[in-house]
């Protein structure tokens, strides 16, 4: 099951959520992420959170027009992202994507990155997306679909990794990624497609021209 979760960060655009809503089966709002699908014209089907930032006007809409509510206590050890994401994978999603998780505080992000991980832990595959990029972890081979001229950025998603990369202007050949450097930032696609192959696990961030 493919699942949806737009967190309370920078709002994604509507015809972006549109498009990804209509390719899930689990549409989830964590607190503030009710807005955004309201400014799209959407009902998700699950708003969670303690909504100190969902004023509850927007969580009595979102009720009203049919979506489950579940409220938590504001003192708790978890972000409402964590929530939403504990809760679609207790719900069988095998495929997320997270949406409203960038811009704002630098500590908001840090904390969505390690969802990432806590997703990868549990053999889901999940990514954050905004209008400009996207960014995922890897860990292994893989392809993916590209057009010409995207920059390509591979970090290392621990203390580091060692990668091999084709398609891209500068090709990577078993090159050692470490934390504590900047390497393996602002690369380009040159065609398509690209291929990746690390040992250890990378974030692997694409921006994308608007």
Known sequence: MKALIVAGGAPPRPELLSRIC????????????????????????LL?????????????????????????????DETDL????????????EDVVILGATG?????????????RWFRSRGVS????DSMQSVRIVDGCG?????PGE??????????????????????????????TARGVSNVTTGDVFTLETRGPVFLVRSFSV
């Open 151 to 180: 920059t390509v950025s591979i970090l290392p998603a621990g203390e580091a990794a060692t990668v091999s990369a084709s398609g891209l202007r500068y090709p990577l050949r078993e090159l050692k990624l470490h934390s504590d």
């Open 126 to 129: 999940a990514e954050i997306q």
């Open 82 to 93: 964590e929530l939403a994401a504990r809760t679609v994978f207790e719900r069988g999603a």
């Open 143 to 147: 392809s993916f679909p590209a057009a």
């Open 48 to 76: 969670i959170g303690d909504l100190d930032s969902a004023a509850e006007r927007t969580a009595d809409q979102i009720r009203a027009l049919g979506a489950e509510v579940v409220k938590v206590p504001r003192e708790k």
């Open 104 to 116: 704002g505080r630098v500590d908001h992000l840090l904390g969505n990155l390690a969802v990432l």
């Open 22 to 45: 209509e390719d899930c089966e689990l549409c989830v709002a964590a607190d503030r992420g009710a807005e955004a699908f309201l400014a799209a014209g959407l009902v998700p089907d």
